[in-house]
């Protein structure tokens, strides 16, 4: 499964997420294999990925976004009885209990200055996640200097507003690029 979710990110290049029920919903007639959940609550996550799974895509959920889940591994493990194909956290604790139990796994890093890009290639080389994912998206020169460093695809996500925004962050390196803009989903 991480395998084929691999090669749907990378194959299709551009990664609906979604932030709601309409965005949810429009994502299912799309093309692209996997969707990046990034709404819901413990109540509501199940319902979101069995329909992304009866319109046949992987659902990558946003543990840190799911209301009523804790910080802690065990978050993982209820995705993951949920139907989650895989995770997304801003935690190296999540990423490494969701390779524990066979999820594919984003890390997501917010880039803003020197600091932060230094912290994101060594705790990425310490995660070792499937994927990492850098807001905003739309930096080109750090985009290629990750896409350079890190021993895995990197997306780029956050403020890609249009065609250019996805043209420059894949020219400069990006495996892939994840938005919540439905028009974007479209290029």
């Known amino acids: 499964m991480i395998e084929a979710i691999h090669r749907a990110i990378t194959e299709g290049a551009i990664i609906p997420a979604v932030k709601d029920w309409d965005a949810l919903n ?72 969701a390779k524990e139990l066979g999820l594919f796994t984003v890390l997501r890093f917010f880039v803003f200055d020197s ?6 290639e060594k705790t990425a080389a310490t995660a070792r996640p499937d994927l990492v994912e850098i807001l905003p998206g739309i930096m080109p020169r750090i985009i290629r200097r990750l896409s350079q460093t ?15 925004d996805v043209l420059e962050a894949l020219n400069a390196g990006a495996a892939a690029i994840s938005s919540t803009r439905e028009e974007v989903w479209k290029l």
Request: overall charge negative; some cysteine; hydrophobic content about 45%.
């Open 115 to 120: 600091m932060s890009l230094e912290s994101a």
């Open 26 to 97: 429009a994502s299912l007639a799309l093309d692209q294999k996997v969707v990046f959940v990034l709404f819901g609550d413990i109540c509501t996550i199940g319902q979101s990925i069995d329909a992304l799974h009866r319109a046949g895509k992987f659902a990558v959920v946003h543990g840190d976004l799911i209301g009523g889940l804790s910080a802690k591994e065990v978050a993982v493990d209820y995705l993951r009885s949920c139907g989650a194909d895989g995770v997304i956290s801003t935690r190296p604790s999540i990423i490494h209990r």
């Open 150 to 164: 890190l021993h895995v695809p990197l997306i780029c996500g956050g403020l890609i507003e249009g065609k250019n």
